[in-house]
């Protein structure tokens, strides 16, 4: 592939230069004149990787394969954090949901507390009341 990659290209920069004059040219007359060329494109096609286009190509597939890798590993790292906070948002629902439960039940201890506290703070009061009309009424309330 390269060899014949190379003989075109010297094959157009001939064409390029000597057209008019390669059919009456005296043999090896155009030498001296093509020689550095010629020996810059074997140079080129020798030594770089870009002068084969299968190569080349085959460098660019590679190159989208290590991206796709990485955006592949990327989108799997991505799902298992997705993972985690579902499972830390199912953590958070059932704790929310284990609050509304104890503080309703909390509420409503604390309700019967005040609610009992009330009352006792009513019976005493009548209690005292009673005791303090008994004392001033007489005991069987025949003063009054």
């Known amino acids: 592939?390269?060899?014949?990659?190379?003989?075109?290209?010297?094959?157009g920069?001939?064409?390029?230069r000597y057209a008019a004059t390669e059919q009456s040219a005296i043999a090896f007359s155009m030498n001296e004149a093509f020689s550095p060329i010629l020996k810059a494109r074997?140079?080129?096609y020798n030594s770089n990787p870009s002068a084969d286009t299968i190569t080349r190509v085959q460098s660019q597939i590679d190159n989208v394969k290590e991206v796709m890798i990485d955006n592949i590993?990327?989108?799997?790292?991505?799902?298992e954090k997705i993972e985690l906070l579902v499972n830390k948002t199912d953590q958070l629902n059932q704790q929310a949901f284990k609050f509304e439960k104890t503080s309703r039940s909390l509420k409503n201890s604390m309700y019967y507390r005040r609610l009992r506290n009330i009352i006792i703070g009513i019976v005493i009061l009548v209690v005292v009341a009673v005791a303090v009309s008994a004392v001033i009424c007489g005991i069987k309330f025949d003063q009054c």
């Open 73 to 79: 590993d990327r989108v799997l790292e991505r799902g």
């Open 42 to 44: 074997s140079t080129f």
């Open 1 to 11: 592939r390269i060899a014949f990659a190379f003989l075109e290209d010297i094959l």
């Open 13 to 16: 920069l001939w064409r390029e």
